[in-house]
């Protein structure tokens, strides 16, 4: 039982209130007084008939304006709540009293060294961290102090600072001490904390199809990362603006993002942009920093890497190794601190296995991969990138924004798309330069012909065995109507199949309402 007491600043108040309490012959567990003029008491619990006894007596005691029953104590209150902080932090937390155990271990902690809080309590900090020198750090210059230390094979920072207490005559005490571990890894643990449903970097990117959302949430997690990140799609399917989205996204937005086309350069050349040359080369007098060089701390992008000559294959290999080349025409090698993405059109681990790229540079490469679908293979996004794409134009040629016929949408989702977003952007562009009227339809894309045997054979993806092609169409093919039939019941009574069959089958497929 606790009772909070409200009363004026009367001397003999207190002895008054601890006299009821002992003519009842009530302990009293603690006692805590307020400086606005509250006395707490913290009491055994008592039965109904002495608690109104009790309450009405006090309530007698000149000075005293209210009294209740209140759940904690003020001191309870805020250790509780402390505690509870502490217990949630996000980063491993000791608390070490003066002989060097365990006090306290917050969640975080018990998870870093895998014990429970029973065996953790009591435990000294030496054998669980051997390499730090508690008794040394206690007797010598207490004070502060920072140190790198390795737990499990990975590295830590380790920061422990003294606690002091003022006792009655005002000096400080020392009482313990307080130990914070956090990973090594400073540039992941920033990045960490940017919740995935974040856009940053990835604003410019629109789509309401689950593989555009899917293949979103997966380039939010490897731009966090520094390994090398492949990306593979169709031409015009926006590889260099994904790419450069992950770099936005990355602890590296601030350094440079530079590109180099791998097949639009002779090979004496690119090696060139690539490591740069010594001075006196190429009847330079100044040497010549290559795109490593200037992109220091930043991202490299190499786009159509599968068409790179087997020279510069070789020297991208011993690069991506430890992260040093040597400039074209000099000994010394030079170390950088660049991520590279690279992206193709091509499949890598055909053109490795034929033989036309380098198996081990694959298999460097080949560490992160993301995969940008084409665009008939998510023809829900059709409508949203127009809408985007019509807008853009709309502001650049001065004109009100046209609504967009819906037979034009169905239109061209049926159509195949062989150059993917750039080519609608590209026709959004000459369509709206072409219309007269408010409204875009199909007349202003014309759209070549395409065979339409042809144009359904392009859509499947022929890779996996059979059971697997035929779900991918499958899912295809719910995935389009579902937007249109957006309930398992009405799926299944569009494509005269049982509710269950195709309930499972959503679920199976990951297909979801738009």
Not at 134 to 146: D, H, K, P, V, Y
Not at 230 to 248: D, F, V
Not at 283 to 305: M, R
Request: glycine content about 6%; hydrophobic content about 40%.
């Amino acid at each position: 039982m606790r009772l909070e007491v409200s009363c004026e600043d009367r001397l003999g108040l207190t002895r008054e209130l601890l006299d009821i309490l002992a003519t009842k012959s009530i302990d009293l567990r603690g006692i805590e007084i307020d400086v606005t003029g509250i006395i707490y008491l913290n009491c055994p619990d008592i039965d109904f008939d002495t608690f109104s006894e009790l309450m009405t007596e006090i309530r007698r005691i000149t000075g005293v304006k209210d009294v209740k029953k209140i759940q904690f104590m003020p001191s309870e209150r805020h250790n509780t709540e402390l505690i509870a902080l502490l217990a949630n932090l996000p980063d491993p937390v000791l608390a070490i009293d003066l002989k060097g155990s365990v006090d306290m271990a917050n969640h975080a902690a018990l998870k870093l060294f895998a014990k429970t809080e029973t065996e953790m309590l009591g435990e000294f900090v030496s054998t669980l961290i051997p390499s730090f020198n508690f008794s040394r750090w206690i007797e010598g210059n207490i004070a502060r102090q920072r140190q790198t230390i390795v737990l499990g094979g990975l590295d830590y920072n380790l920061e422990i600072m003294p606690v002091y207490l003022s006792s009655d005559s005002n000096e400080s005490m020392l009482a313990s001490a307080v130990m914070t571990i956090r990973s090594g890894l400073q540039s992941q643990t920033i990045n960490e904390t940017l919740p995935e449903q974040n856009n940053l970097g990835f604003e410019h990117f629109v789509g309401i199809s689950n593989r555009h959302k899917a293949l979103m949430s997966q380039s939010k997690k490897l731009a966090m990362l520094d390994q090398p990140l492949l990306i593979e799609g169709e031409t015009g399917t926006g590889k260099e603006m994904l790419a450069k989205a992950c770099h936005n996204r990355s602890n590296r937005s601030s350094c440079p993002f530079l590109v180099l086309s791998c097949a639009s350069m002779p090979d004496d050349v690119a090696e060139t942009e690539l490591f740069g040359h010594a001075p006196g080369s190429f009847n330079h007098e100044q040497g010549h920093k290559g795109i490593f060089e200037q992109a220091n701390g930043g991202t490299v992008f190499l786009d159509e890497i599968g068409e790179m000559s087997p020279h510069l294959q070789i020297k991208l290999l011993r690069f991506l190794q430890d992260g040093t080349f040597r400039r074209v025409g000099e000994e010394l090698e030079v170390h950088v601190d660049v991520r590279i993405i690279a992206s193709t059109r091509h499949k890598l681990a055909d053109l490795a296995e034929a033989g036309t790229f380098r198996e081990d540079l694959f298999y460097r490469l080949n560490v992160l991969t993301l995969s940008i679908p084409a665009l008939r293979e998510r023809s829900n996004d059709i409508a949203p990138l127009l809408e985007l794409f019509a807008a853009k134009y709309a502001q650049q040629l001065g004109m009100v924004k046209p609504e967009v016929a819906h037979e034009l949408i169905e239109q061209l989702a049926n159509y195949q798309w062989p150059g993917n977003m750039r080519q609608l952007d590209n026709m959004a562009l000459r369509a709206l330069t072409e219309m007269s009227g408010d409204t875009l339809s199909i007349e202003h894309f014309n759209l070549p012909q395409m065979d339409p045997v042809s144009s359904n054979v392009a859509s499947l993806n022929i890779d996996g065995s059979l059971d697997d092609i035929m779900k991918d169409y499958e899912s295809q093919i719910l995935e389009r109507l579902y937007q249109s039939f957006p309930s398992s019941r009405k799926l299944a009574k569009r494509l005269n199949v049982s509710h269950t069959s195709i309930a499972n089958k959503l679920r199976d497929y990951g297909i979801r309402k738009s």
